[in-house]
Structures are given as C-alpha cells and as structure tokens.
C-alpha cells in the first residue's frame, strides 16, 4: 500500500509476515496533521491482517529519523480546535501503536526529536544507530511533551522523562537513550542495525501470532485510559500552541531554518 501527500509518504510493505511501515518527509521526516492519519491507519489496518505477524517501523532517508510535529502546521493554528485536532494526530498514532495486536519494531537511524520521540517509546522494541540521538524539545517553543509524555515514560520512567523534557534545548546521546532503556540495541552503522532489525523480524513472523499478541497486551497494562487521557493532554498542547510565547517562537525557529 501506499498513501503518497503533496508532501511526504507513508508506505508499507509485506513480505514473510512482515509489515515494514516507512514514513517520510522532506523536511527531516516532519510530521504533519495528514502524515499522521496515514501513519495511524497504516499500523490499525497491519494490526488487522492476518497475514501480518509482525510490523517493523521506520522512516526514510540516512539521517534524522523524526523532527516532530510541522512547525509550518503549528504555526498555521489559529484556535483551539485545530490545535487539539493537530494534537490528537500524535494521539492516534501512539494509541494505534499501543492497541494493535501485532509486536512493533521501531528502527531509528538517526536522531528522534518531540513525536520522534513518542514513536521510539511507543514501539514494543526499538534498534537504533549511535547517531540516534534524542531531544523532547517543546518546552522551549513554549508546549511541553504533553502527548507523548506518557508513552516516553512508560519506557524509560518519569526521572529520564523529565530530564528530557525540562532541558529542552540539549541532547542526549543514543548511548544514553540505550541506558534508559528507549533503544533495545545500539549498533554503530545503519547495515548492522538492519541486520540485527531483520533478524528480529523473522524470529518473531515465525512465533506464535496468539502468544506474541497476549504478551503484548500484558506490556501495556495500566494504559487502557489512554484515551481519554491523550485527548486531554491533546487539548493542553492545542491551547498553549495559541500563546503568544509559542508563535513567537516558532517564527524565530522558522527564520533560522530559512
């Protein structure tokens, strides 16, 4: 299958019970609010084939594997509504992820910022490249890691959370993302990650397809409000993307990229 947008493409692809889901962006695999929905839907309908055993997830190109939410959308909101309704996009993509039945692998080969993030935490199991470094990044455009604040710290507790989400212009190594426990495996290049990821994949599309979706749902136990509480945390993000602190902000981000 593939979803192409006027900017940006989600795709997936089938082979031996493995579904590898790639989205891409040129603007260092942004994500914005029509990339989302596609995202989403990919990982809902891989999650109800039957001949899906496993979903491997990654993004294109050799270096950042996710920049977070579209500053050019984010800077386009004009009320509350549209805010939530940009917000739930990263919502439903997490709740997709964490809901669907089939075990994902994230593959991050590079660095992960904001949503980024939210994806590498929500995966089941993520391998990542030493050059995968990360950063939550919203408190400094006047936000916070509300959205994908829960599933960062399911993975790698509150303390690693907050750490990342209080000092919001400093990155952290892929090293020290490995020690919280965000990546699974840290490999030096991108082949030997593949190698590893395809490893994986096949090990897992060769198990018990009923096992693997009982010992999922037994991982995210406890989570069953989310919900109602992502679109809680949605309409926080809508609101303070309003502020004049945060358009301010991002128009000083965009006036540097420029």
Not at 17 to 37: C, D, E, V, Y
Not at 164 to 178: G, V
Not at 197 to 206: C, D, G
Not at 208 to 223: C, D, I, R, Y
């Amino acid at each position: 299958m593939e979803n192409r947008l006027e900017e940006g493409t989600v795709e997936t692809h089938v082979a031996d019970g493995i579904a590898t889901i790639a989205f891409s962006h040129p603007a260092q695999n942004s994500l914005p609010g029509r990339l989302l929905a596609l995202l989403a839907t990919a990982i809902e309908e891989a999650g109800k084939a039957e001949y899906v055993k496993v979903i491997i997830l990654k993004s294109g190109g050799d270096r950042t594997f996710c920049a977070g939410a579209s500053f050019d959308e984010l800077s386009a909101i004009q009320d509350l509504d549209s805010g939530k309704r940009f917000f739930l996009g990263f919502a439903r993509v997490i709740n997709a992820m964490r809901k669907c039945p089939k075990l994902i692998i994230g593959r991050v080969q590079g660095k992960a910022v904001g949503g980024g993030v939210g994806l590498a935490a929500a995966a089941d199991y993520c391998l990542a490249t030493r050059a995968a470094s990360v950063k939550l990044s919203e408190l400094a455009v006047g936000i916070g890691p509300f959205v994908v604040g829960p599933a960062v710290a399911r993975k790698i507790g509150e303390s690693a959370m907050s750490q990342l989400a209080i000092d919001a212009t400093e990155w952290r190594t892929a090293e020290w993302a490995y020690a919280k426990g965000l990546y699974a495996g840290l490999y030096d290049d991108q082949a030997e990650m593949d190698a590893a990821v395809e490893a994986l994949a096949r090990k897992l599309a060769s198990s018990s397809p009923e096992a693997m979706q009982e010992l999922k749902s037994v991982f995210w136990q406890g989570t069953q409000d989310w919900d109602l509480l992502l679109e809680a945390r949605a309409e926080i993000s809508g609101r303070l993307v309003l502020s004049s602190f945060t358009k301010e902000a991002i128009a000083r981000f965009k006036e540097k990229k420029a």
